[in-house]
């Protein structure tokens, strides 16, 4: 089992930027995605940022367009996985959630661990 923990949301204002970071509870193998959802009140849930591992290294990294060029996704060596958000905009505001898919072979990416969620507000 693979149990993922947010941190770094909170308040915000417009043009500033925060870090989230993700912290992965144990190794994950050499075949796997990562990636960064949001859910805005009222709205569905959204995939914003995601990466595909395979064989060790990044096959790709995806954006959704709201967020290209302002957000950026990336993994350090100690299991844990951020994500950079600048230029922030009021309707950035939202719950992020981390994700994971585990032993992936394809690289069709299908998230089936996630994590609690942290609030990012911006104001």
């Known amino acids: 089992h693979v149990q993922l923990v947010e941190s770094g949301g909170g308040l915000a204002q417009p043009g500033g930027s925060l870090t989230l970071s993700c912290t992965i509870s144990?190794?994950?193998?050499?075949?796997?995605?990562m990636g960064w959802f949001r859910q805005a009140p009222g709205k569905w849930r959204e995939g914003i940022a995601g990466?595909?591992?395979?064989?060790?290294?990044?096959?790709?990294t995806r954006y959704a367009d709201s967020v290209k060029g302002r957000f950026t996704i990336s993994q350090d060596a100690t299991n844990t996985v951020n994500l950079q958000l600048n230029i922030l905009k009021a309707e950035d505001t939202a719950i992020y959630y981390c994700?994971?898919?585990?032993?992936?072979?394809?690289?069709?990416?299908?998230?089936?661990?996630w994590g609690q969620g942290t609030q990012v507000t911006v104001s």
């Open positions: 994700a994971a898919d585990v032993g992936v072979m394809s690289g069709d990416c299908r998230p089936n661990y």
């Open positions: 144990r190794a994950i193998g050499e075949h796997y995605c």
């Open positions: 990466f595909y591992s395979g064989s060790g290294r990044t096959v790709y």
